[in-house]
């Protein structure tokens, strides 16, 4: 009886065909995973703007998209999530999508939704902060510091009819630099009143400033008046009214006001550099 030898294949061979075997299908299983080209942006807008967000993939089956960690449905077309009328509540909103097919999914950076506050509902206010010695806060380079911003009716005693938290944990922290900080009122986190209803009163108001954190912060003396350039939002925008043109007015106005003129009924609207007509 004679036997056939048959062919043989060495230990090592068949370790290299199934690498080779491994390595082809794990080639092709990330060929068919969703890719993200593009990641999303964050947006930073007006209050009352719409928000649009946008990735840019292939392979994908289906696109979800969040906020906050809640999935939204409304606004979602394709590609894109559309926020239409974002309010100051939205502000700091977390956004992400995540783009599934038949072999997996992948998940998007997280990006931000920053929400500014009209202009014409701001308050700028600057100073100059120095420590104890004399040298200037931030005299090494720009910072930002947490601070409070609290109006009372009174230059001493009362309580406030208006607070406002500035924390630097939350991305709201004041800019300093060389001794001098830059606070824009209506751009923190109100914990008490309303800006624009307030100074639409004539009564005298009174400006305090806190800085440190919220368990130990140190109230800068005195009080400081607030004079006649923050009641120009007491004029809001439907206020300014007249016969012809604003451009008497001159520039006076804040921005985003809206002016009629009584004699044609045309709206005019104050914008940087002049006044634009509506169409």
């Not at 509540?89 to 920053?114: E, M, W």
């Not at 001493?156 to 991305?171: D, I, K, M, R, T």
């Amino acid at each position: 009886m004679t036997f056939k030898a048959l062919p043989t294949t060495s230990l090592g061979a068949k370790r290299i065909l199934l690498a080779l075997i491994f390595c082809g299908c794990s080639a092709r299983a990330s060929m068919t995973l969703p890719q993200i080209l593009i990641e999303p942006k964050s947006r930073t807008v007006q209050a009352g703007d719409s928000a649009v967000f946008r990735i840019y993939q292939s392979g994908g089956q289906t696109v979800r998209w969040f906020v906050n960690s809640a999935e939204v449905a409304e606004g979602v077309a394709g590609d894109s999530l559309v926020l239409r009328n974002v309010q100051l509540d939205n502000d700091k909103s977390r956004i992400q999508c995540i783009v599934t097919n038949d072999f997996g999914t992948r998940n998007s950076a997280t990006v931000q939704l920053s929400v500014l506050r009209p202009t014409r509902e701001m308050m700028t206010f600057t100073g100059d902060l120095s420590d104890l010695s004399g040298a200037k806060i931030g005299e090494a380079g720009s910072s930002s510091i947490d601070m409070q911003l609290e109006i009372f009716r009174s230059l001493e005693g009362g309580g406030p009819v208006y607070v406002e938290a500035f924390s630097a944990a939350e991305g709201r922290g004041v800019s300093i630099a060389n001794g001098r900080f830059v606070l824009r009122a209506g751009t923190g986190r109100v914990t008490k009143g309303i800006l624009t209803e307030l100074v639409q009163d004539a009564a005298p108001l009174f400006a305090q400033f806190s800085i440190g954190l919220e368990d130990a912060r140190e109230v800068l003396a005195p009080r400081v008046p607030l004079t006649a350039m923050p009641y120009a939002l007491s004029a809001g925008n439907d206020m300014l009214k007249g016969a012809g043109s604003p451009v008497a007015l001159g520039l006076e106005a804040p921005v985003g006001t809206r002016y009629t003129d009584t004699g044609t009924g045309k709206v005019w609207f104050r914008g940087i550099r002049s006044w634009v007509a509506a169409p």
